[in-house]
């Protein structure tokens, strides 16, 4: 049979020993007679679930105390309201502005949502030129006083990823969008105010929305902001205020489990390297395909390419289908295809799509 390999930008490919797992515990949890999904979230079982996801969490990313970590319902795109409804408030002058730099498809849709809530800067854009970077930050024109500045770390779409958080001056409370790289690098939390991101990538099933706020910044939410999403009230009740997505919670937790079995994220980080190095070599053999992004800004997760010859795109993929590499299609604003190599990717599936780019290009 062949083997398959899910290249899909999200709901992603989990790791098989998870999936395993899960399916085993399915229908009787640690001889509980219940499944996860049966259990109240105020359980001890699904407690004990819940306290180990949040401890594991804050190992692998070494999420310093004076960090709450949150697991929440809405997704990234619910976090663009939820993010301002609870920020604005650090503001110096209201109404608020919030600054951002726009390096893609997902920053953008964090500005119009924003621009609901608050006045939006854009302090600095690489839409001009095709979104192929990130604008130098000596060049962001940052507001005194604005209530943070929000970042997309790795732009899913356009392939676009930070190699480390910007250097601006102190005091800049940085809210980033880590969607879709989290867990693949290791990061130094304290650079950031606020981490955001949706779990159907690195992390687990849709439905689950991870934050990690920093706690000084807790307190400020609009008056509009929904209790289930005011931070504030979801840290104080340890994110059991309203039902948290429990089932997400718990394949999360297996996720979590199964990095640090894989040698936590600095190990992946490693693996990672390797694989986005064989990759892009492959793409950039010769001008068969062609990856737009300057590569000192490529990501290592989230890699869109394009045929020189648009005309093959449906016998590439066709191609690519039959030799079980699923879900290549690029994202429906851009064309052309994409191969998302989150941490569940194992070398070999990398290995098999560049032996077929190799096969399809003729050489
Ligand atoms: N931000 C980034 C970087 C994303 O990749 C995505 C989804 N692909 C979103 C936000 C939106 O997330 P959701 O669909 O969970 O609302």
Request: glycine share 8%; aromatic share 10%; hydrophobic share 45%.
């Amino acid at each position: 049979m062949t083997h398959i390999y899910n290249f899909s930008a999200g709901p992603a490919v989990l790791p098989k020993e998870v999936l395993a797992q899960a399916a085993f515990e399915m229908q009787d949890w640690h001889g509980s007679g219940m499944s996860v999904m049966e259990m109240s979230h105020r359980g001890p079982e699904f407690i004990s679930i819940y306290k180990q996801a949040v401890a594991d969490l804050r190992e692998l990313l070494a999420v310093p105390d004076n960090y709450k970590i949150l697991f929440l319902q809405g997704g990234g795109l619910g976090e663009n309201a939820i993010i301002p409804m609870n920020l604005a408030g650090l503001a110096a002058q209201q109404p608020a502005t919030v600054d951002f730099v726009h390096t893609g498809s997902w920053s953008g849709k964090s500005i119009q949502e924003a621009a609901k809530y608050a006045n939006v800067n854009v302090a600095a854009s690489s839409k001009a030129a095709h979104f192929a970077g990130v604008p130098p930050v000596s060049e962001w024109k940052l507001t005194p006083g604005a209530a943070y500045l929000h970042i997309c770390t790795n732009e899913t779409i356009d392939g676009v990823e930070f190699q480390q958080a910007p250097n601006v001056p102190a005091g800049t409370t940085i809210v980033a969008d880590m969607s879709s790289h989290i867990l693949s690098r290791v990061i130094d939390v304290s650079q950031y105010g606020v981490i955001f991101g949706g779990a159907q990538k690195n992390i687990g099933p849709a439905g689950l929305t991870l934050v990690i706020v920093r706690e000084d910044l807790l307190g400020k939410a609009l008056p509009i902001c929904p209790s289930a999403f005011d931070w504030t009230i979801v840290a104080e009740h340890e994110s059991m205020y309203n039902t948290p997505p429990t089932y997400g919670i718990y394949i999360a937790g297996l996720v979590f489990q199964w990095l640090k079995r894989q040698g936590g994220v600095a190990a992946m980080e490693q693996r990672n390297i390797e694989k986005a190095a064989l990759l892009y070599a492959a793409l950039d053999a010769d001008d068969f395909y062609q990856n737009r992004v300057e590569p000192a800004y490529r990501s290592r997760m989230t890699i869109p390419f394009y045929l020189r010859d648009e005309s093959l795109n449906d016998a590439f993929l066709a191609g690519a289908k039959q030799r079980g590499l699923l879900q290549l299609k690029g994202h429906k604003s851009v064309g052309g295809m994409r191969a998302s190599i989150y941490n569940a990717m194992p070398i070999e599936g990398v290995q098999a799509l560049v032996n077929y780019l190799n096969e399809f290009a003729g050489r």
